[in-house]
T-cell receptor, first 113, second 113 residues
Framework: DGGITQSPKYLFRKEGQNVTLSCEQN?????MYWYRQDPGQGLRLIYY???????QKGDIAEGYSVSREKKESFPLTVTSAQKNPTAFYLC????????????FGQGTRLTVV | QKEVEQDPGPLSVPEGAIVSLNCTYS??????FMWYRQYSRKGPELLMY????GNKEDGRFTAQVDKSSKYISLFIRDSQPSDSATYLC?????????????FGTGTRLQVFP
C-alpha cells in the first residue's frame, strides 16, 4: 500500500540534544513538507522540498534542519537551537503539480525531558 | 488578521444531526480547497477537495465553496460518534511560487450517542 511513514511515533529528547525524525513515502510524490502542530495554533510549515536536493524554509524554520537526498525520504532534525521543541510533528507529500491534495503521515510526538 | 479563520469549537451535537463546519479566508486568489479530518494523536486524513466555487458531495459529506463571500463549508449528514474529531480546512493561493498550503486552526467536533 502506498503511503507516508513517520518514525518514531513517540520521541523523547534531553535538553541540548539534536534528534532526527524520519519521513518516508512510496507515493512517488515530488513535494514533501514538515509541519508542526501545537494546540490552538493549527499547522505551521517548517520546511518543504519540491525536488530532490532542494528545500526551502517555511514559516518557522529556526532551530530545524532538513535534507532531501532521495525522493522518498525527507528527514527533519530538531536541533538544540530550537527553544521549544515539544510538539506534534507531521510530514506530508503531494504531487508537484498545483491543485493537488496533500497526504499526511501519522505524526511524531516529540517531548523534551 | 489570519489568512484563514476557523472556529476552534468544540461543537457538540447529538448522533444523527447535520453538522456544518466553516472557514473564512481573506485572500480572494485562493482557488483550491481541502477538508481534513484528524483524530486525536493521528495525522490528518483527506476528506474532500474542491476547486473554485460550487458543491461536491461524497457519501455523507458535502463540501461547499462560496468565493464571493470567501467562505467554505463542510456538511456532515447523519453524524456518527465516529465523526468525533478535529476538522481542518486548507487552501492554496495559485499566485504563490511554491506548493504552500494555508491551514485553518481546526474545529473540534463531538458527536454524542
Amino acid at each position: 500500500d502506498g503511503g507516508i511513514t513517520q518514525s518514531p511515533k513517540y520521541l523523547f529528547r534531553k535538553e541540548g540534544q539534536n534528534v532526527t525524525l524520519s519521513c518516508e513515502q512510496n507515493l512517488n510524490h515530488d513535494a514533501m513538507y514538515w509541519y508542526r502542530q501545537d494546540p490552538g495554533q493549527g499547522l505551521r510549515l517548517i520546511y518543504y522540498s519540491q525536488i530532490v536536493n532542494d528545500f526551502q524554509k517555511g514559516d518557522i524554520a529556526e532551530g530545524y534542519s532538513v535534507s532531501r537526498e532521495k525522493k522518498e525520504s525527507f528527514p527533519l532534525t530538531v536541533t538544540s537551537a530550537q527553544k521549544n521543541p515539544t510538539a506534534f510533528y507531521l510530514c506530508a507529500s503531494r504531487v508537484t503539480l498545483r491543485y493537488t491534495e496533500a497526504f499526511f503521515g501519522q505524526g511524531t510526538r516529540l517531548t523534551v525531558v | 488578521q489570519k489568512e484563514v479563520e476557523q472556529d476552534p469549537g468544540p461543537l457538540s451535537v447529538p448522533e444523527g444531526a447535520i453538522v456544518s463546519l466553516n472557514c473564512t479566508y481573506s485572500n480572494s486568489a485562493f482557488q483550491y480547497f481541502m477538508w481534513y479530518r484528524q483524530y486525536s494523536r493521528k495525522g490528518p486524513e483527506l476528506l474532500m477537495y474542491t476547486y473554485s466555487s460550487g458543491n461536491k458531495e461524497d457519501g455523507r459529506f458535502t463540501a461547499q465553496v462560496d468565493k464571493s463571500s470567501k467562505y467554505i463549508s463542510l456538511f456532515i449528514r447523519d453524524s456518527q460518534p465516529s465523526d468525533s474529531a478535529t476538522y481542518l480546512c486548507a487552501m492554496q493561493d495559485p499566485s504563490y511560487n511554491t506548493d504552500k498550503l494555508i491551514f485553518g486552526t481546526g474545529t473540534r467536533l463531538q458527536v454524542f450517542p
